[in-house]
C-alpha cells in the first residue's frame, strides 16, 4: 500500500499551480512549484501539507477580501461528492484542502469572520475540522457564535464540521484545552445536531462525547440516561458509541442507561487453566456465574488482563466477552482461550501478571499466572 503521506504529491501541487495561476494576478509558476518540490519526498504528511501552505500563503496578496476571493474562486464546484475526490480541472479538493485550511487558520485570525466563511465553504470539499481550531484556540465564544448558525446548514459537511471541529481531543490535532476543562459550551451544538438525518454527523456527535467523556464521564453518563429517554434506534445508536469508553470502563451510569444494572450475582468462580503461559501460547480460563436474584437480569462479562510493563508495574487491558441474559437463579459457565502473541500496540514482559473479571460494570476476583518470554522474543510487540 502507497504511504498516506503520497497524497501530498507533485501532482496535487501542480493542480494548485493550475488554478493560482488563474486567479492570482502575476503568478509565477515556476518560482510556487519549485521550492516544494525540491523538499516535498523527504518530509512526512503533515510536514508536506505545511510546506504547501506555507507557499501557498506566500503567493497570495495581502489584502483580505482578495485572498478570500482567491481560495473560494479556486475550489471545486461540486459542495458534496468530492470530498474523497483527487482536484481536477474543475477545481480544488480533497487533501489539498488540508494545506489550505492551514493558511486560512495561521494566516486568516485577524479577519476572523471572513476567515470562518471560507472554511465552512472549504470544508464541503474535505473536512476542516483542523483548521477552525485555530479560530476556537483564539476566540471560543466567537466562533462558537458563528458555528451556531452551520448545526441547521443544508450541507452536511457543514453540520458536521460543528461536532468535529470542536471536538477536544480530536486525534493528530490541537487539543481545544478551553472545552476539555469546561465541555458545556459546545453542548448545546451537540444536542442540537443529535438527530441529524446524516449518520456522518450523528457520529461525529458521538465521537465528540466520547472525547468528553474522558474528562467529565460523569456528565456524558447523565447526559446518556436524558438522550436516551423514548429515544429513536438511530440516537439510541449514537449514545452507545458515545459512551462506548465509559462501557468498557464499567461506567455505573452510562450502563444503567442502556439498562444494565448491578448485578445481582453469588462471587463468580474463576479458573485459570494454566498458572504459566509461554509467550505465543494461549492463555485459558473460565468462570461460573450464579445469579442470586428473582428476576431475570442482563449481564455484560469482560475480561481484564493486568500485564506487566518495563516498571514492573501492572497495566490493565479490557477485553469484550459476553452478553446474555441470566435466568432467575439460574448458573452458567463461559470459556475463553487469550493467545498472548507479538501486536504492534504492545511490548509483553515475562512474570506475574494477572486476570479480573468485569460483570456489570463491577470488577470480580483476581488470578495470577506466570508469563515466559525468551530473550529474543522480549521485544517483540511494539
Known amino acids: 500500500m502507497e504511504p498516506f ?117 472549504m470544508t464541503k470539499r474535505f473536512s476542516c475540522e483542523f483548521g477552525i481550531r485555530y479560530f476556537l484556540l483564539a476566540d471560543q465564544a466567537r ?42 459550551p459546545v453542548l448545546p451544538l451537540l444536542t442540537a445536531l443529535r438527530d441529524d438525518e446524516q449518520e456522518y454527523v450523528r457520529r461525529s456527535v458521538a465521537n465528540n462525547l466520547n472525547d468528553i467523556a474522558k474528562d467529565h464521564p460523569n456528565l456524558v453518563g447523565d447526559l446518556a440516561v436524558n438522550w436516551m429517554e423514548n429515544a429513536k434506534p438511530v440516537r439510541q445508536k449514537l449514545v452507545r458509541h458515545a459512551c462506548r469508553t465509559l462501557i468498557k470502563q464499567g461506567h455505573e451510569t452510562a450502563l444503567q442507561a442502556f439498562g444494565v444494572f448491578p448485578a445481582k450475582i453469588d462471587p463468580p468462580k474463576i479458573n485459570i487453566s494454566s498458572k504459566t503461559v509461554q509467550f505465543g501460547e494461549k492463555l485459558g480460563f473460565s468462570v461460573e456465574i450464579l445469579s442470586n436474584s428473582d428476576q431475570p437480569q442482563e449481564l455484560i462479562i469482560d475480561y481484564i488482563l493486568h500485564f506487566k510493563k518495563a516498571n514492573g508495574k501492572l ?68
Not at 475526490?85 to 474543475?90: G, I, N, T, V
Not at 461536532?163 to 481545544?176: F, I, N, V
Open 143 to 184: 466562533a462558537l457564535k458563528i458555528m451556531q448558525n452551520w448545526v441547521e446548514d443544508g450541507n452536511y459537511h457543514v453540520r458536521r464540521l460543528v461536532s468535529e471541529g470542536s471536538r477536544p481531543r480530536l486525534p493528530w490535532a490541537m487539543q481545544l484545552p478551553g472545552f476539555i476543562a469546561d465541555p458545556s
Open 5 to 121: 503521506k503520497n497524497l501530498f504529491s507533485p501532482a496535487l501541487v501542480s493542480s494548485l499551480a493550475d488554478h493560482l495561476h488563474l486567479q492570482v494576478s502575476g503568478f509565477d509558476r515556476d518560482k510556487f512549484e519549485t521550492p516544494i518540490l525540491a523538499d516535498l519526498q523527504q518530509l512526512e504528511l503533515k510536514q508536506r501539507a505545511q510546506l504547501i501552505a506555507d507557499h501557498v500563503h506566500l503567493h497570495l496578496p495581502e489584502q483580505l477580501a482578495e485572498r478570500a476571493r482567491i481560495l473560494l474562486a479556486i475550489l471545486h464546484p461540486d459542495e458534496l461528492d468530492h470530498v474523497n475526490q483527487p482536484s481536477d480541472e474543475h477545481g480544488i479538493c480533497g487533501w489539498a484542502i488540508f494545506a489550505l485550511q492551514m493558511v486560512v487558520g495561521q494566516h486568516g485570525l485577524h479577519d476572523f469572520d471572513r476567515s470562518m466563511e471560507v472554511l465552512r465553504q
Open 315 to 382: 497495566a490493565p487491558k479490557v477485553f469484550k466477552w459476553s452478553k446474555f441474559t441470566l435466568a432467575p437463579r439460574q448458573s452458567r459457565v463461559l470459556q475463553k482461550k487469550h493467545s498472548i502473541r507479538p501486536i504492534t500496540t504492545r511490548k509483553y514482559y515475562g512474570g506475574i501478571q494477572g486476570l479480573s473479571l468485569r460483570i456489570n460494570g463491577k470488577d470480580f476476583g483476581y488470578l495470577e499466572f506466570e508469563l515466559t518470554v525468551s530473550n529474543n522474543k522480549a521485544g517483540m510487540g511494539r
